[in-house]
T-cell receptor, first 115, second 111 residues
């Protein structure tokens, strides 16, 4: 399978715990995006990387959120001291700056439930 | 605040009919426009991309863009029950940049 993969697919945690999600983009895609989607809403942009450089963070992203893409391949999104309001689907997407223009392909998402 | 507006629906059409989905956007500088389909509990799947004014057809799907009116639409011909999903309109100010999504329109195709 050469699509975007995300792990875990589901995460249930207690308020105050830290969680980390992983995204593996399509091979050789140099752009990687994180979005968050809550019920009844469209995905909201969180942050994106070109290779290993984090180029932009949404003002929605509080200091409890951090993302990395250390070698320009997979990325991790960590949420510290989770809150119930963090419950959402966390989506990763990747794209290439060449080829099919700027199409972003989404992974299956990680559904986070904070109790 | 750059916004993308869609009717939330639900939009209900009979099988075989044409479904028409609409989207308006506030950022006049937007350059890239996308329609994604999202089944319940799944992630968005790209249906169409469009970058220039006019129509773009791909099988049963036609995307229409009017930058002067800041309007983009998606027509689905010969609708099938398997088309029942939420359709998300997404807009970007430039190539290879973050997407701003609407809330989506729930489409139901009745057999």
């Amino acid at each position: 399978d050469t699509g975007v993969s995300q792990n875990p697919r589901h995460k249930i945690t207690k308020r105050g715990q830290n969680v980390t999600f992983r995204c593996d983009p399509i091979s050789e895609h140099n752009r990687l995006y994180w979005y968050r989607q809550t019920l009844g809403q469209g995905p909201e942009f969180l942050t994106y990387f070109q290779n290993e450089a984090q180029l932009e963070k949404s003002r929605l992203l509080s200091d409890r959120f951090s993302a990395e893409r250390p070698k320009g391949s997979f990325s991790t999104l960590e949420i510290q001291r989770t809150e119930q309001g963090d419950s959402a689907m966390y989506l990763c997407a990747s794209s290439t700056t060449g080829g099919l223009r700027d199409t972003q392909y989404f992974g299956p998402g990680t559904r986070l439930t904070v109790l | 605040q750059k916004e993308v507006e869609q009717n939330s629906g639900p939009l209900s059409v009979p099988e075989g009919a044409i479904a028409s989905l609409n989207c308006t956007y506030s950022d006049r500088g937007s350059q890239s426009f996308f329609w994604y389909r999202q089944y319940s509990g799944k992630s968005p799947e790209l249906i169409m991309s469009i970058y220039s004014n006019g129509d773009k057809e791909d099988g049963r799907f036609t995307a229409q863009l009017n930058k002067a009116s800041q309007y983009v639409s998606l027509l689905i011909r010969d609708s099938q029950p398997s088309d029942s999903a939420t359709y998300l309109c997404a807009v970007s100010p430039s190539s290879n940049y973050k997407l701003t999504f609407g809330k989506g329109t729930l489409l139901t195709v009745n057999p």
